[in-house]
């Protein structure tokens, strides 16, 4: 069965929430920064942010985050899911063969210990136990999502008025809106993207510091 990963509607209501600790060097975790090509969704504009794991919040899913980081994965993907105030959502690889490696790897759930603030970096899901490759960085407090299951694994300590410039002016995602259909990125990947939805912002390249 395909389900394509989602996370719960922007429209969803807002309920209070935890603040999360802000990262620094005296917390565990590593140091990733993505540069962006397309921000804006015009070509050539670029810019940098910098994601600050924390397996202290969620080990599993830190673990994998930088395994994925590691062995260059992130790179030439697009941020296909833009919602602004929301998420910003990624993490499906241009390479159908490369990601069809990933989609039976799935992990065990990490709990929820801090809420999804405004920058936090978080696994999607489809339900328990789903977690493979697809992430998305909070836009807003999105506090709402703490009781769903979603589980952040680091924040963005660095450049987050560049993660507020990705692409969005494509919507949400097929069906439900006119956005790319997560089914047809998994089975056409970038070729799919490239030529219908061009202007979507992708990461050129990510390092682990």
């Known amino acids: 069965r395909e389900a394509a990963l989602q996370v719960a509607s922007a429209s969803a209501a807002v ?3 935890a603040n999360v600790a802000n990262a620094d060097d005296e917390v565990p975790g590593k140091l990733i920064e993505f540069t962006v090509n397309n921000l804006d969704g015009e070509e050539g504009k670029t810019g940098t942010f910098v994601v600050k794991t924390r397996p202290d919040w969620a080990p599993i899913g830190e673990e994998r985050f930088v395994t994925l980081a590691e062995t260059n994965f992130f790179e030439g993907c697009r941020a296909f899911r833009v919602l602004p105030g929301f998420i910003v959502q990624f993490g499906i690889n241009g390479d159908p063969a490369v990601q069809a490696k990933w989609r039976s790897s799935s992990l065990k759930d990490d709990p929820v210990k801090v809420s999804n603030s405004r920058g936090t970096v978080v696994f ?3 339900g328990p136990g789903t977690r493979t490759t697809q992430l998305f960085v909070n836009l807003g407090n999105n ?7 979603f589980s952040p694994l680091g924040e963005v300590v660095e450049g987050m008025d560049v993660v507020e410039r990705f692409y969005s002016g ?3 995602g097929a069906p439900s809106g006119k956005g790319p259909n997560q089914g047809l ?3 056409q990947g970038n070729a799919y993207l490239e030529s219908s939805y061009p202007k979507l912002s992708y990461f050129s390249k990510v390092v682990v510091k």
């Open 143 to 149: 506090a709402f999502l703490n009781k769903q299951g």
């Open 170 to 172: 494509y919507g949400e």
């Open 185 to 187: 990125i998994q089975k």
């Open 124 to 126: 999607a899901t489809a």
């Open 15 to 17: 309920l209070a929430g």
